[in-house]
């Protein structure tokens, strides 16, 4: 698909990868809606400024986005919490399911009307490997996106006879500044694989450009995803030296 004159909407825009994505789409000529909660963007586009923290936020959202001509709605705001599921607030709970799961579930029933009417659009909804190899201490942000790749598959094949495509897209771990100092430190520790944002966006656009249905990004974590699938009390033993370190890692910051 080409991009050149697509009505593009990216949720979490102005972030770090998001400012990126938006360049590279900007790039092939794609004329974008940027969705943040940021006063003011740090570069040129139509901005909706809001918060998708909550369902007054996301209704808000969802009622300017139905009234617009979208032809891609990518859903790439997320958020995470590492540590013991017992200690995430309620608070912090309830607002990682809001941005990672309610929002791209709502903001796509707003543009999907109007996409069957056309016979045409696309819905990219931004996951994680951690929404297939569920891993421990990260238990909301995990199931959160297994929720929005389950929430994908089934879209999918609900538009597959409406000429609405819906792709979903894995990374594995990132390296942003929004990785906390333990994050960081996990990582290092277990010899974690990383991924520079650069790659991630170019990986996105193709993706968006191709209408993919799925891709993982990153060997051999897109292997463990099959494995896991299939064989998951094997990956149990396979991750329970990480789990200890992370364990370990936790303590010492209670």
């Known amino acids: 698909m080409q991009l050149k004159g697509k009505q593009i909407v990216v949720t979490g825009g102005a972030g770090g990868i998001g400012s990126q994505l938006c360049a590279a789409l900007a790039r092939e000529g794609a004329l974008l809606t940027v969705i943040d909660r940021v006063d003011t963007l740090p570069f040129a586009a139509d901005y909706i400024q809001g ?12 009622e300017q986005l139905a009234t617009r001509p979208v032809d891609v709605l990518i859903n ?9 599921a017992e200690y995430q607030s309620n608070a912090q709970t309830v607002l990682t399911y809001m941005v990672n799961l309610l929002a791209p579930v709502m903001l796509s029933q707003a543009v999907l009307p109007r996409m069957k009417q056309r016979r045409e659009g696309h819905i990219v909804n931004i996951g994680s490997i951690f929404g297939s190899i569920n891993f421990a201490y990260f238990a909301t942000y995990s199931s959160s996106k297994a929720g929005l790749k389950g929430f994908s598959e089934a879209l999918r094949r609900e538009m597959a006879a409406d000429g609405v495509k819906v792709t979903y897209i894995a990374p594995r771990a990132v390296k942003t500044p929004l990785n906390s100092g ?8 277990t010899n974690m694989h990383m991924d520079p944002p650069e790659r991630v966006v170019a990986r996105i656009t193709d993706a968006v450009i191709a209408q993919a249905k799925d891709v993982y ?9 099959r494995l896991n699938a299939l064989f998951p009390r094997l990956i149990d033993k396979a991750l329970a030296k990480n789990d200890a370190i992370a364990r370990t890692l936790l303590t010492k910051s209670r």
Do not use: C, K, N, T
Request: aromatic share 8%.
């Open 217 to 225: 990004i990153g060997f051999p974590e897109s292997l463990v995803v």
């Open 182 to 189: 333990p994050v960081m430190e996990l990582a290092a520790r």
């Open 51 to 62: 918060d998708l923290g909550s369902i007054e936020g996301i209704r808000a959202v969802a």
């Open 76 to 84: 790439l705001a997320g958020i995470q919490y590492f540590g013991e």
